[in-house]
């Protein structure tokens, strides 16, 4: 059936450097792609998202890449903050979300 | 900005009970969702409803059933609770248009346990 494949599932990076979670999708009619960050305690709030008729998206210091070849999109964060930490989750979608397992970011101060 | 609630943060129930979540949202959404977020399963598909008084399955609908009366609103049952329902439970609405999917926008979500 249709899976979201994501990775890593945790990540420490230093503060001020880059972060990039990747994800990989099976169905190839697949055309939104969300990237979503949960906070402890709260629900997931959407970040960026990117479209099937686009390449990148780049919202200040977050970027999304969208491979439509290949069926990876990934999700680069500069210059990262303690706040960046959380959990990550990519999905893929057509009709339904598909979600990743999800990537806890820890940026280390 | 949109705004999703949902009626509890915690909540916790013996096995064998009926349980009722409650979920609102204030943007005149027509597609509402109930997800169940496990550690290492990441977000699963419960129900979902397009209108009013309707409702699909998503791709765990055992054990639960849902209701949408009102468009605002969207209500997930867990029948008789098990143990094994002990989940994070998270609502999310969308709005519908044109041919590609819309963004989901989530509630806080309710942490169910069962006893």
């Known amino acids: 059936g249709e899976n979201v494949e994501q990775h890593p599932s945790t990540l420490s990076v230093q503060e001020g450097d880059s972060a990039v979670i990747k994800c990989t999708y099976s169905?190839?009619?697949?055309?939104?792609f969300p990237w979503y960050k949960q906070e402890l305690g709260k629900g997931p709030q959407l970040i960026i998202d990117?479209?099937?008729?686009?390449g990148e998206k780049k919202d200040q210091r977050i970027a999304v890449t969208l491979n439509k070849t290949a069926k990876h999109f990934s999700l680069h964060i500069t210059e990262t903050q303690p706040e960046d930490s959380a959990v990550y989750f990519c999905?893929?979608?057509?009709?339904?979300?598909?979600f990743g397992t999800g990537t806890r970011l820890k940026v280390l101060a | 900005d949109v705004k999703v609630t949902q009626s509890s943060r915690y909540l916790v129930k013996r096995t064998g009970e009926k349980v009722f979540l409650e979920c609102v949202q204030d943007?005149?959404?027509?597609?509402m969702f109930w997800y169940r977020q496990d550690p290492g399963l990441g977000l699963r598909l419960i129900y979902f409803?397009?209108?009013?008084?309707?409702?699909e399955k998503g791709d765990i609908p055992e054990g639960y059933s849902v209701s949408r009366e009102k468009k605002e609103r969207f209500s997930l049952i867990l029948e008789s609770a098990s143990t094994n329902q002990t989940s994070m439970y998270l609502c999310?609405?969308?709005?519908?248009?044109?041919?590609?999917?819309?963004?989901?926008?989530f509630g806080p979500g309710t942490r169910l346990t069962v006893l």
């Open positions: 999310a609405s969308s709005q519908t248009s044109g041919s590609y999917t819309d963004t989901q926008y």
């Open positions: 409803s397009y209108d009013v008084k309707m409702k």
């Open positions: 943007m005149d959404h027509e597609n």
């Open positions: 169905d190839s009619a697949s055309n939104y």
């Open positions: 999905a893929a979608s057509l009709n339904k979300y598909i």
């Open positions: 990117i479209r099937s008729n686009v």
